[in-house]
């Protein structure tokens, strides 16, 4: 009776084990590098398509913005060690930084300089463009403690001409964040990027 009543809670036991090995795992809390500019901006004034002429410049943004292949993935990467990676479990970005960035870019460029001299292709009828500009995100990621976000980018401003020689810039970003949490380091990820395009728009103008 004794060696039965064991064997009928080991039996339960097992059952609940494998019970709450088929249970799902819960879904990943997904990031978003939100639109809006992280920081106040004065937005320059609107100009139409047909007052945006020489010796103005209208830069024209070269797609697409190259990432390197660790950031063509949707995990949250943390550094590790001397050079290893490590994927933030539980945390995904909700779009592949491949779309987002260029996106974000964009409109950094297009709230810096003013919506009518940013263009990428295709470009209406109408618009000559003085400036071309082509964007390599070399790395993004936080620092082991969690306090920065550091960008490595190079970007080319050429002229479409050939009249001018390009400019090749390559420049490092570090941008805090509000704190250790996952959140914090996404708003730090997306001022990085704005402090990116500001950097562009201070070449072109």
């Known amino acids: 009776m004794k060696s039965t009543l064991v064997l009928h809670l080991a039996a339960l036991s097992l059952?609940?084990?494998?019970?709450?090995?088929?249970?799902p795992?819960?879904?990943?809390?997904?990031?978003?590098?939100?639109?809006?500019?992280?920081?106040p901006v004065s937005v320059p004034v609107s100009v139409s398509v047909q007052t945006v002429a020489a010796p103005q410049q209208v830069l024209q943004l070269?797609?697409?913005?190259?990432l390197p292949e660790a950031l063509q993935r949707d995990a949250l990467?943390?550094?590790?060690g001397r050079a290893g990676v490590q994927a933030l479990a539980g945390h995904r970005w909700a779009e592949p930084l491949a779309d987002a960035v260029p996106r974000l870019l964009r409109?950094?460029?297009?709230?810096?300089?003013?919506?009518?001299?940013?263009?990428?292709?295709?470009l209406p009828a109408g618009i000559t463009i003085t400036r071309q500009?082509?964007?390599e995100i070399l790395s993004l990621m936080a620092t082991p403690d969690r306090a920065t976000v550091?960008?490595?980018?190079?970007?080319?401003?050429?002229?479409?001409?050939?009249?001018?020689?390009?400019a090749v810039i390559t420049t490092q970003i570090s941008a805090p964040s509000a704190g250790p949490?996952?959140?914090?380091?996404?708003?730090?990820h997306r001022l990085a990027l704005w402090r990116l395009a500001e950097q562009v728009a201070q070449t072109v103008k």
């Not at 059952?15 to 249970?23: M, N, T």
């Not at 795992?25 to 920081?39: E, G, I, K, T």
């Not at 070269?62 to 190259?66: K, S």
């Not at 949490?181 to 730090?188: E, F, I, K, Q, Y």
């Open 15 to 23: 059952a609940g084990l494998l019970a709450a090995c088929a249970s």
């Open 62 to 66: 070269l797609l697409p913005v190259a």
């Open 77 to 80: 990467l943390m550094p590790q």
């Open 150 to 166: 550091v960008l490595q980018a190079r970007w080319t401003l050429s002229d479409p001409t050939g009249r001018n020689a390009p």
């Open 181 to 188: 949490d996952v959140d914090a380091l996404v708003s730090a």
């Open 107 to 122: 409109q950094d460029l297009a709230a810096l300089l003013g919506e009518a001299r940013v263009w990428a292709a295709p």
């Open 133 to 135: 500009c082509r964007v």
């Open 25 to 39: 795992a819960p879904p990943p809390a997904l990031y978003q590098l939100r639109s809006a500019p992280p920081v």
